[in-house]
């Protein structure tokens, strides 16, 4: 079984994904035999090289709920535009109760972000931005927030590149 266990992990060093657990929830259900327990685990993956995905993982214990939201990230990662190390430009984005608001930095002055963010953008490979989480606490809106900018982000950058080179 130890074999396994390296083989495992050394397949997740060669894919180039990095992997980040946001959050863990205990989740319990009542049921006619007495409480079933679960776990949802919310994971952010990334190759630092402008990849990064979300996956919400859900299992009996949490390694196995761990895999399921590294599989779903995973294949649901998408590309993020990166220009000289930061965003190319401003981005505002309300998704529910979460508000985020990702502004290119200068050279140098580093990742400034709340954690949920954090995690999505330095995991993206972003390494000088600002950001500021104006809605809600719950981080699980605030990281879907996060990748839907970064995506829409990504839609605008390249119209702005078609547009140019018209």
């Known amino acids: 079984m130890n074999r396994n266990i390296k083989n495992f992990e050394m397949q997740k060093r060669e894919d180039g994904f990095e992997e980040r657990i946001v959050q863990v929830n205990r989740v319990s259900k009542k049921t006619q035999g007495g409480n079933k327990i ?3 685990v919310l994971m952010v993956v990334g190759d ?3 990849k990064v995905g979300v996956g919400l993982g859900k299992g009996a214990d949490v390694s196995l709920a761990i895999k399921k939201g590294v599989a779903l990230a995973k294949k649901h990662a998408i590309a993020v535009p990166i220009v ?3 965003i190319p430009f401003e981005f505002y984005i309300k998704l529910g109760a979460a508000k985020i608001l990702l502004k290119p ?3 140098g002055s580093g990742v400034i972000a709340g954690g949920a963010v954090r995690s999505v953008v330095s995991l993206a490979g972003i390494e000088n ?3 500021k989480v104006l809605g809600t606490d719950n981080q699980a809106s605030n990281v879907y927030a996060t990748i839907e ?3 829409r982000l990504a839609v ?3 119209r702005e590149l078609e ?4």
């Open 156 to 158: 605008r950058h390249k």
């Open 105 to 107: 930095a200068p050279k």
């Open 149 to 151: 900018a970064l995506k």
């Open 48 to 50: 630092k090289n402008g």
């Open 84 to 86: 000289n190390g930061t």
């Open 129 to 131: 931005i600002s950001s």
């Open 163 to 166: 547009r140019r080179n018209k």
């Open 38 to 40: 679960g776990f949802s």
